[in-house]
């Protein structure tokens, strides 16, 4: 054969071959995309108007698709996915957390009518994805306008964490030490001065942020909070109230202590505690719209009325103002924005998108158990965090008269839940069975309820005291008219308006009626005080003796002024 013909055959030949090959080992479909048939969907369903958020399968894709705040459209997701068919394979194996996430989901909606919560929201995350989102109810009864992802509550004793870590910051920049003393900020007697002269030169940082001064539980919060007064009179008080544990002993949680290193904080870094932690935590973790006081929150464009609940039954708005504490209790965040912490607090690295906040080393330090909180030693105190499981677990709750939130973190799983909400004790207790039926749903403890006891119990401790022997009040409404002071608590001014007895405390403007409960005797209701008129003369009662302070002995006897 001649050769040119053979070659020409051969090449022929050899082209064939390496087209096949191309069509045999190449699986690619342009026109195939692996993201057509997932289902993302945002749904307004449920009571209340509700916007109830639909797991993502985390069996897709979609968890190699960095987190996105704003969430993502199907155009987004499909334009970010790449236009592969890959060949047909065995169907992934379900993720046990979408069947924990589903009766989570289920429980919620079963239950939450019955809890009286005006507004919720919830937030579950693992390693850098969101798992479920839920907002339920509304941000104000009488617009009745639905709580969303963005809507701000009030988060109380979980700002002590952003505050802790706020301090971590200054430890990594050499400006501040975990065992500082106090008196290296506060020298001043008329400043900072305790009872005991001992514990004053003596209590550190740390002291502060793990409670174990030795002064009583929340020992002296009714004084930023009731009377309103500003964190420097509030803390020149504590002097007056004595410890009542050895100092170092005990774990006795006390706000107004736990404030301090916050203001120490602030007085290093010569700048006011908001703008420091706004400026160096809060706007790098990108949670831009948290507030750190109560009049930014209120005048936020999208946040939850703060109600209370009485024991009458009624749903009453109340102004909840923690500014004096504020390192303590007064920060507001949205349940999107939380979702921005659990993520960084479950990566524990101290690095938020590629930015470092604070170094690991640091970070650790405020997740650390430094001292056993019970007699059992089953739980820790950390800086802003409980442990218990030998540091799996860490937890806060935080509680005020309208607000009620929730903080758990698993720390083997890379999982953490958060809890929001407002309302009054039922909404305490239904966030306390949300975590907990959480945490037995990780454990495949599903048929755990406990929720009917707990609505139980509150609805038969939740319930007015009627007195023994009521008598009819035997003195006219202007023998209790006038000004009455205590040589701690400051003043509280009686009034009268309409037949009503109105008191207004120290210097807060809000002013609370008084109800008629026996003899001399008055309640006030929204804050659940009683008021015992004594000691009557010509120009009326000469003292008040006010109960449920927790000032100890709890109770404070007012004499009169004018």
Same mark, same amino acid.
């Given at each position: 054969?001649?050769?040119?013909?053979?070659?020409?055959?051969?090449?022929?030949?050899?082209?064939?071959?390496?087209?096949?090959?191309?069509?045999?080992?190449?699986?690619?479909?342009?026109?195939?995309?692996?993201?057509?048939?997932?289902?993302?969907?945002?749904?307004?369903?449920?009571?209340?108007?509700?916007?109830?958020?639909?797991?993502?399968?985390?069996?897709?894709?979609?968890?190699?698709?960095?987190?996105?705040?704003?969430?993502?459209?199907?155009?987004?997701?499909?334009?970010?996915?790449?236009?592969?068919?890959?060949?047909?394979?065995?169907?992934?194996?379900?993720?046990?957390?979408?069947?924990?996430?589903?009766?989570?989901?289920?429980?919620?909606?079963?239950?939450?009518?019955?809890?009286?919560?005006?507004?919720?929201?919830?937030?579950?995350?693992?390693?850098?994805?969101?798992?479920?989102?839920?907002?339920?109810?509304?941000?104000?009864?009488?617009?009745?306008?639905?709580?969303?992802?963005?809507?701000?509550?009030?988060?109380?004793?979980?700002?002590?964490?952003?505050?802790?870590?706020?301090?971590?910051?200054?430890?990594?920049?050499?400006?501040?030490?975990?065992?500082?003393?106090?008196?290296?900020?506060?020298?001043?007697?008329?400043?900072?001065?305790?009872?005991?002269?001992?514990?004053?030169?003596?209590?550190?940082?740390?002291?502060?942020?793990?409670?174990?001064?030795?002064?009583?539980?929340?020992?002296?919060?009714?004084?930023?909070?009731?009377?309103?007064?500003?964190?420097?009179?509030?803390?020149?008080?504590?002097?007056?109230?004595?410890?009542?544990?050895?100092?170092?002993?005990?774990?006795?949680?006390?706000?107004?202590?736990?404030?301090?290193?916050?203001?120490?904080?602030?007085?290093?870094?010569?700048?006011?505690?908001?703008?420091?932690?706004?400026?160096?935590?809060?706007?790098?973790?990108?949670?831009?719209?948290?507030?750190?006081?109560?009049?930014?929150?209120?005048?936020?464009?999208?946040?939850?009325?703060?109600?209370?609940?009485?024991?009458?039954?009624? $749903?009453?708005?109340?102004?909840?103002?923690?500014?004096?504490?504020?390192?303590?209790?007064?920060?507001?965040?949205?349940?999107?924005?939380?979702?921005?912490?659990?993520?960084?607090?479950?990566?524990?690295?101290?690095?938020?998108?590629?930015?470092?906040?604070?170094?690991?080393?640091?970070?650790?330090?405020?997740?650390?158990?430094? $001292?056993?909180?019970?007699?059992?030693?089953?739980?820790?105190?950390?800086?802003?965090?409980?442990?218990?499981?030998?540091?799996?677990?860490?937890?806060?709750?935080?509680?005020?008269?309208?607000?009620?939130?929730?903080?758990?973190?698993?720390?083997?799983?890379?999982?953490?839940?958060?809890?929001?909400?407002?309302?009054?004790?039922?909404?305490?207790?239904?966030?306390?069975?949300?975590?907990?039926?959480?945490?037995?749903?990780?454990?495949?403890?599903?048929?755990?309820?406990?929720?009917?006891?707990?609505?139980?119990?509150?609805?038969?401790?939740?319930?007015?005291?009627?007195?023994?022997?009521?008598?009819?009040?035997?003195?006219?409404?202007?023998?209790?008219?006038?000004?009455?002071?205590?040589?701690?608590?400051?003043?509280?001014?009686?009034?009268?308006?309409?037949?009503?007895?109105?008191?207004?405390?120290?210097?807060?403007?809000?002013?609370?009626?008084?109800?008629?409960?026996?003899?001399?005797?008055?309640?006030?209701?929204?804050?659940?005080?009683?008021?015992?008129?004594?000691?009557?003369?010509?120009?009326?009662?000469?003292?008040?003796?006010?109960?449920?302070?927790?000032?100890?002995?709890?109770?404070?006897?007012?004499?009169?002024?004018?």
């Amino acid at each position: 054969m001649d050769d040119k013909v053979s070659a020409g055959i051969f090449i022929f030949f050899t082209l064939v071959v390496v087209v096949v090959g191309v069509l045999i080992f190449n699986p690619l479909n342009l026109n195939t995309n692996p993201l057509d048939n997932e289902l993302i969907t945002v749904n307004q369903t449920g009571n209340n108007t509700t916007s109830n958020y639909d797991i993502l399968p985390s069996t897709t894709l979609l968890t190699s698709i960095p987190f996105s705040p704003g969430g993502y459209s199907q155009s987004s997701l499909s334009s970010m996915s790449p236009s592969v068919n890959p060949s047909p394979g065995p169907e992934p194996s379900p993720d046990p957390m979408d069947h924990i996430i589903s009766l989570f989901d289920q429980y919620i909606k079963s239950y939450y009518n019955q809890s009286l919560i005006p507004g919720m929201a919830v937030v579950i995350v693992q390693n850098d994805k969101i798992l479920y989102m839920n907002c339920l109810g509304v941000k104000d009864l009488a617009s009745g306008e639905p709580v969303d992802e963005n809507t701000l509550f009030g988060i109380c004793s979980i700002t002590k964490q952003f505050s802790a870590t706020n301090i971590a910051q200054l430890v990594d920049k050499g400006l501040m030490n975990w065992t500082d003393p106090i008196t290296d900020y506060y020298s001043a007697p008329d400043e900072f001065q305790l009872y005991d002269d001992y514990v004053t030169g003596n209590i550190t940082i740390n002291d502060c942020l793990i409670h174990n001064s030795g002064l009583p539980v929340e020992g002296g919060n009714d004084y930023p909070t009731y009377f309103n007064d500003s964190y420097s009179a509030a803390l020149y008080k504590l002097r007056y109230m004595e410890n009542t544990t050895p100092f170092r002993s005990t774990v006795q949680y006390n706000s107004m202590l736990y404030a301090l290193p916050g203001y120490c904080a602030a007085r290093t870094s010569n700048t006011t505690w908001n703008e420091l932690i706004k400026n160096d935590l809060l706007d790098p973790l990108g949670m831009t719209t948290a507030t750190t006081s109560y009049y930014d929150f209120m005048n936020s464009p999208n946040h939850v009325t703060p109600y209370k609940l009485l024991k009458n039954g009624t $749903m009453k708005a109340y102004d909840v103002i923690p500014d004096p504490i504020g390192p303590a209790g007064s920060m507001a965040c949205s349940i999107s924005e939380m979702a921005n912490w659990l993520r960084f607090q479950i990566a524990d690295t101290g690095y938020y998108n590629g930015v470092q906040i604070v170094s690991k080393k640091e970070l650790d330090e405020t997740r650390t158990g430094k $001292m056993y909180m019970n007699a059992k030693n089953t739980s820790m105190i950390g800086y802003g965090w409980g442990t218990k499981d030998n540091g799996t677990t860490i937890y806060h709750d935080g509680d005020s008269d309208a607000f009620f939130s929730q903080i758990t973190i698993y720390t083997t799983k890379d999982l953490g839940i958060v809890i929001l909400s407002n309302g009054g004790q039922y909404a305490y207790n239904f966030k306390i069975c949300l975590d907990a039926k959480f945490r037995e749903l990780l454990k495949d403890n599903d048929a755990f309820d406990p929720w009917p006891a707990r609505k139980n119990l509150t609805d038969n401790t939740w319930i007015e005291d009627v007195p023994d022997q009521y008598v009819d009040n035997p003195q006219p409404l202007s023998a209790y008219v006038g000004e009455y002071s205590h040589s701690v608590f400051g003043l509280i001014n009686i009034t009268t308006n309409t037949g009503t007895l109105i008191c207004n405390y120290g210097n807060n403007s809000q002013s609370f009626d008084l109800k008629h409960w026996s003899n001399t005797t008055f309640e006030d209701p929204t804050n659940n005080h009683f008021f015992n008129f004594t000691d009557f003369q010509s120009d009326g009662a000469q003292q008040v003796e006010v109960t449920h302070f927790s000032f100890p002995p709890e109770n404070g006897t007012f004499n009169r002024t004018s």
